[in-house]
Structures are given as C-alpha cells and as structure tokens.
C-alpha cells in the first residue's frame, strides 16, 4: 500500500534567515577524555522569530548557544551570521561583530559585577551601543523601565542587594541595552517568579518582532517555551530528535523524550501525570548508549534501536523527528510501514501505562 | 492535638544593610506546619520567601544586619529569644536547609562524602571508612545511583539533579523535624525536578518531616503541598487548602499570578496578562494594601486603609478589601493583619 501523499500546502514567505549553524559539533577535552556535548546539529534563526532550544541539563544546550557565539569555536561544523561565516572573519571583525550577537546567561548574579550599581552595570553595556551619541541617561532608564525596574529605585543598588530574579533583569537589560541582531538567552528566566516571567517573555518577544532580532531561546520550561517561540528544537544527549513548530510538536510530540518533558511540566490543575520515562538515569555524555541515545530512558526502546541511531526524518510539514517507533507516522515513502507499526503498537502502550 | 513543629507568629523582619538603608521585608507573617506536612509558599522575587527561611535560620548575608519580633517556635521553643547555644543546638539538631543552588551550598574543594556527614562528623568522630559507608547509605537513599562511588567525587563531578540529591542527602542526614527547602528545584529541568520533589515527598512521608517549601512556581505545588501561603509585599496575602486557592483564589494577587503563569495546556496566549506595575519599595512605609497600585480592584480605601482578614471554613483567608470568592465582611472587625496562623 502506498500512502496518499499529503496535499501540497503553500508555505508563507519564510523570514529572512539571520543565523544559520550546519553540522555544529562540540567536544570537550576531558580528563576522562573526549566529550561528545554537540552532534552534528542544524540551527537557523530568523528575523523576528524565535526559536526554542530544549534538553535537559547536560544535553548540550549551553555549549551550543556558546559554540554560536565562537566562545570557544564549535569542533566542527559552520555558523553564518548574514550570510558570513564567522569562522572566516579576522579576530578584529569577529570583536566588532560580537555585541551584535548578545547572550543572557544561566546565573544572573555570577555575571555581574558585584561592585558596580545596576545602573552602571546597564551603561557599561552601551559602550558596545552601534551610536556612540546615544543619551546614555535616557537608555538607562528606558532598558530598566522595560524589565520592570525603576531607576529610581534599583538605580543604586548592587547585585547582592537584590533578589535572584532582580539580578537576571539586570543581566537582561544590558543585552537589550547593546542592541543586537541576535539574542541568545540560556534558561534566562528560569529563575524568574511567574509575574517577572510574563513580563520579561512578553518583552522578549516583542523585542524579537520590533526590532527584528533572531533569537534562541534555551529553556526546560515547555509552558514558558510555548508563550514565547514560534518554532522549537528538542536536544536529547547532544542530538537533535524533534524539531517543528513549537505549536504542534507540543500539541502531538512525535518523540517519545518531547512526549515525557511534556508530561513532567507542573501545572495548577493538571494532575501529575505519568512521565512514562524508565527510572534510569540521564546517562553520562561520556559514553553514550549505542543507536538511540534516548534507548536507556524510552519505554518503546527495542534492539534496533541499540543499534542503529535514528535519522532525523520528516513527519509532517517542517516537522521532523529522530526516532524508530515515533508517535506520529512517518510523512510518506521514509519507511513508512516500519514507522507505522511503530506508532500503532507505542498508541496501546501509552494508553496502557499505569498512572501513579 | 499535635502541636505544630513549626509555628511562626506575628514575625516582623528588618534589614539594615551595610549602606545605611533599613527595609521592613516581613510584616506579620503566621504560619504553622505539622509534622509530616508540606507548606507551600508562593510568591514573586522580592516578596520575602528567602527572608522568611531565613529569619527561622537566623542566617543572614555578611554585613547586614536583621532585627526580627514575634515569635518563631520550633516544637514550641522560641528561636527568636533562645540564648545563642540553645538556639544553634535547637537549629543544629531540627531544622535543615535545601537551597535554590546546591553549587553554591555545597564547597567546591570538600569530597561528598565529607559534606554528607557533616551533621554528623560534628558529633560523632568518624573513621574515614566508616564515613564512607554511612555516606553512600545516605546517598542511596536519595537515589544517587552508583553511591559509593559518588560519595567519593567532588561536586563539580556531579551533574544538577545529583547535585541537588547530594544536598537533600546532606540536609537530611541529621534527622531534622523541619526542612527549609528554598527553590530546590528552580535550577533544574522538568524530569529531574520531578524526581526530586517525588523524593522529597517520600522522606516527608516516612520521616514525618515538616516541610517549608518555597517556590515561585505555583503549578509546582500542586499534588504536593497540603497548603499554599502566597506572599506579596512580605506579607502573607492568602492561605488555604492548594485547591481551594489555585482553584478559587479570593485575593487578586493570586489571582493574577494564577493568570500569568505559562501553560502547555489550553488555548494559546501569545501575550502573557503580566501584573503590571512593579513590587512594594520595602524601605517606604507602607500604607494600606501593598498591592493597591497594580490591583485591578482597588479603590480609594485599599490606598488608605489596611485591608481585613476574609476567612472561610476550610482555613481559607485572604487580607483584602474586596476578595474576589470568600464571603463578603470580615470574619471579626477591624483585623488589621492576619491573627489566624496559615
Ligand atoms: N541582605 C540584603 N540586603 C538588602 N536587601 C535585601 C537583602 N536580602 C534581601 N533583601 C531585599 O529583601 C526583599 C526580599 O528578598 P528575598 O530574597 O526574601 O526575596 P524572594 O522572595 O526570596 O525572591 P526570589 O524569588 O527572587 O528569590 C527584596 O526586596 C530584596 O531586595
Ligand atoms: N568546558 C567543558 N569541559 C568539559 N565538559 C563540558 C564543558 N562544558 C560542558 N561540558 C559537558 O558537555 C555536556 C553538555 O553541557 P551543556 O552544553 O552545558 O549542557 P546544557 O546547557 O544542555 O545543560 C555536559 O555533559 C557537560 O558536562
Ligand atoms: S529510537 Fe527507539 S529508543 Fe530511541 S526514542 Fe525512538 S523508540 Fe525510543
Ligand atoms: S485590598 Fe484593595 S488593592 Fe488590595 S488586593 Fe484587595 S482590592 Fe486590591
Ligand atoms: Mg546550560
Ligand atoms: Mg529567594
């Protein structure tokens, strides 16, 4: 039987692209030896979209956003930003190029200055401002006023003097403050309470449409992740295994690890559900399982997946998945019987699992 | 009646810090948690929930000094005016911590193992195999895998969900009454922070451990805290059973925080209803209701007058001038901040 072919459906003019990364790879040289953090992932960024990274810690996600940025290089593979490969681009270009690409980290208070105010923290940021007649004073308060600290009242005070989600505002303020092309933010509101959250997504999306930034956004939080991305990308052990827009992969995940985030996301009024995850651990980045990555984890796994690692393949229109037994079929022709059984048998299997 | 492990009474806390500022950051914070009971406390940065977990430890940063009143009784002895050897034994030996960083708890240079049995190695003289064992016992039980071996790695070696697990381990190893557990699981992701409240709910559950469990993730409480406590301004706004306040909130805080929370379920909001507006300024006298410049229900007298305490049966309260569900009139007149413990 061959499968009917899905409709051709005209796609919208896409943005254009700002940052694109092919076959990025990271090792890092460990006592232990070679660290595979990073295999072989394709990333593209558009102007004004948003795109979501999402792994678990260790998955790779920090030394991608860092491989981006060539602090340090990838191991292999190219990252072009306007079409220029950084690579190729003398060490005194790549510094003129670098407060165009700006980063908000993981840990608000370690990347400030604790001896500086908050409002020199944000001014120093303006010394990489592209107009060097900017009014200073003006910008100061205006990036303050944007992640919801007056001047007036944070203006003076150091970063032991505020609490964590104060401090990751302030870290937040100086990346917009050097207005960037590109904004790469690494679980930057992960420590954020809800209120803080809301403004800072809203702003960050809004900053990525008005401004035209392209921007990655690094987080475990797929609630967070569904307010602020258009399209997301899923990292299990340094592999990309799903990757669509973020409104479909999270309303069917093909992918048995998106299928167990999803079920671990806390919610008022939704009732813990099942992760459906085997109770192993993340194994070390070290040495990875044989095939799957994913196959110590997955209650799907069978041999070929100790076997064989799974192709990113296509299951729906700019959706594409990394998997054996995904949940949805496999798009047509791309091993469409084995893909089919596959979901058909994991279908009773997920509706069999026992709840806790 | 059991009496409660710990009971928080009336606590005003005040920081003066080193440049000379003097920030009223709790103001007439009750609560009470049973033995074997999680409290649940919610709410924005800056609002307090640090202070508090703070003032029960009497632990503050370098250079600021704290002056605290009430009351803070744990199994009915008052920490606040204990002498200091009574007070460090009665911390030593009942309460521990479990912090939002477990990097920055734990000491980068210190094998596991040592950091494990601290509680422990304090009172009792241990040989270092000895130590060993009784650390990788108190590992395993927090399911570190591979215990022995991991007993015998430095932090740095660990990964954040091991980490965390390792300072659950070490907080636990001294068989306190009372667990402090600030953000525990803030720096981790969704997997790992679910395996590691389910093992705080398991030791909750065995011990009989008190626990304060503070977070800013509302929907994180839910299914594991008993009650929720939600914080605004320093002070406790609303408190009552965790469906009773995520299900009907009476205070329009929580309501808004309920709001704003992102959700991978229902219909899709590309704008988040973010509470507009920004925290009390702790080091100004407040006047009134603190949230009465960002409420969507204020009027003319939450700016002037201190808002009542609403209660319904099942212990819910909310300190505001127009609840949004419990029954309109205050319980008792004139209550000018919540006299019923959480
Ligand atoms: N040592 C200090 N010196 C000066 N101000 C402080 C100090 N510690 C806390 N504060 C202030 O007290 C208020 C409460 O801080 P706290 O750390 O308790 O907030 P929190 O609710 O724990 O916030 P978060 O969710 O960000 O951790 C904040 O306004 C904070 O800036
Ligand atoms: N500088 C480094 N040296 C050695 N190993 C590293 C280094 N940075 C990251 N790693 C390892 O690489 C893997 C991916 O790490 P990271 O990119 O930080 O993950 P994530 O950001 O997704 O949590 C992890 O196993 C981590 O321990
Ligand atoms: S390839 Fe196999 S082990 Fe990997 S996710 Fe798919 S079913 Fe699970
Ligand atoms: S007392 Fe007034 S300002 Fe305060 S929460 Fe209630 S309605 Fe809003
Ligand atoms: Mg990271
Ligand atoms: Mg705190």
Do not use: W
């Not at chain 1, 060490?91 to 700006?102: D, F, K, S």
């Not at chain 2, 030593?92 to 912090?99: F, K, L, P, S, Y």
């Not at chain 2, 009172?123 to 108190?138: D, P, Y």
């Not at chain 2, 319980?331 to 006299?339: E, G, L, M, R, T």
């Amino acid at each position: 039987m061959t499968p009917a072919k899905p409709p051709v459906v005209p796609t919208p003019e896409p943005c254009p692209v700002v940052l694109r990364a092919t076959g990025l790879s990271v090792v890092h040289r460990t006592r232990s030896g070679p660290l595979h953090a990073v295999s072989e992932v394709d990333l593209t960024l558009r102007e004004r979209r948003t795109l979501a990274l999402v792994g678990e810690s260790g998955s790779g996600k920090s030394s991608i956003a860092k491989a981006l940025l060539r602090l340090p290089p990838p191991t292999a593979g190219t990252v072009t930003v306007d079409g220029t490969d950084l690579a190729a681009l003398s060490p005194r270009a790549l510094r003129a190029l670098r407060p165009r690409l700006q980063m908000v980290f993981q840990d608000p208070v370690s990347s400030l200055n604790p001896r500086r105010t908050v409002r020199d923290l944000v001014a120093e940021a303006l010394d990489a401002h592209p107009d060097p007649a900017v009014d200073r004073a003006a910008v100061v308060e205006r990036q303050l006023e944007a992640v919801g600290l007056p001047l007036a009242l944070f203006g003076d005070r150091r970063p032991a003097q505020l609490s964590g989600g104060q401090a990751q505002r302030v870290a937040i303020a100086r990346a917009l403050a050097a207005e960037p092309r590109v904004l790469i933010a690494d679980e930057a509101v992960s420590a954020l309470d809800v209120s803080a959250q809301a403004t800072v997504l809203n702003l960050l999306r809004r900053l990525t449409e008005e401004r035209g930034l392209a921007s990655l956004f690094i987080s475990h939080d797929l609630g967070v992740v569904r307010a602020v991305s258009d399209d997301v990308a899923v990292l299990q052990l340094g592999r990309l295994c799903e990757q669509g827009p973020t409104e479909e992969v999270l309303a069917a995940p093909a992918h048995p690890y998106t299928a167990a985030l999803l079920a671990a996301v806390p919610e008022p009024g939704r009732p813990l559900g099942d992760t459906g995850l085997l109770p192993a651990d993340p194994p070390s980045p070290l040495d990875p399982p044989s095939g799957c990555r994913f196959r110590t984890r997955c209650p799907f796994a069978d041999e070929r997946c100790a076997r064989e690692v799974p192709e990113l393949r296509e299951v729906a229109p700019g959706r594409t998945v990394a998997c054996h037994r995904p949940l949805l079929p496999v798009a047509a022709a791309q091993d469409s019987a084995v893909a089919q059984d596959g979901a058909a048998a994991q279908d009773s299997k997920v509706s069999g699992r026992p709840s806790r | 009646m059991t009496s409660p492990v710990l009971e928080v009474r009336s606590l005003d806390t005040t920081l003066h810090t080193p440049d000379g500022r003097t920030l009223h950051v709790l103001h007439g914070i009750d609560l009470s948690i049973d033995a074997g009971e999680c409290l649940g406390v919610v709410g924005e940065s800056g609002s307090g929930k640090s202070v508090l977990a703070r003032t029960v430890l009497g632990v503050h940063p370098r250079a600021t000094r704290a002056t605290a009143t009430g009351q803070v009784l744990l199994n009915g002895e008052d920490l606040l005016t204990a002498a200091p050897r009574r007070r460090a034994e009665l911390l030593g030996t009942g309460v521990a911590m479990v912090h939002q960083d477990p990097m920055t708890s734990l000491n980068p240079v210190v094998r596991i193992a040592d950091q494990v049995t601290e509680s422990l190695t304090n009172r009792r003289r241990m040989r270092r195999r000895e130590r060993l064992r009784t650390a990788a016992e108190l590992l395993a039980a927090v399911d570190v895998p591979d215990p022995a071996r991991r007993a015998r790695a430095y932090p740095h070696e660990l990964s954040g969900g091991l980490r965390q697990r390792v300072g659950i381990a070490a907080a636990l190893a001294g068989s306190p009454a009372l667990l402090l557990a600030d953000e525990p699981t803030t720096a981790l992701d969704v997997t790992v922070q679910r395996t590691v409240l389910d093992l705080l709910d398991r030791h909750r559950g065995t011990r009989g451990l008190a626990t304060l469990l503070i977070t800013h993730d509302i929907g994180l409480l839910y299914g594991r805290a008993r009650r929720i406590a939600v914080m605004y301004g320093g002070r406790i706004v609303e408190t009552g059973p965790t469906e009773a306040v995520t299900e009907a909130p009476a205070h329009p805080y929580t309501a808004a925080l309920l709001r704003s929370v992102p959700r991978v379920t229902g219909p899709l909001r590309r704008v988040l209803p973010a509470v507009a507006g920004s925290p009390p300024d702790l080091s100004r006298p407040a006047v009134g209701c603190p949230f009465a410049p960002r409420c969507e229900r204020a009027e003319a007298v939450c700016s002037t007058e201190a808002p009542p305490l609403h209660r319904a049966g099942d212990g819910h309260t909310a300190a505001c001038h127009f609840p949004l569900t419990l029954p309109i009139g205050p319980a008792s007149a004139s209550v000018s901040k919540a006299q019923e413990t959480v």
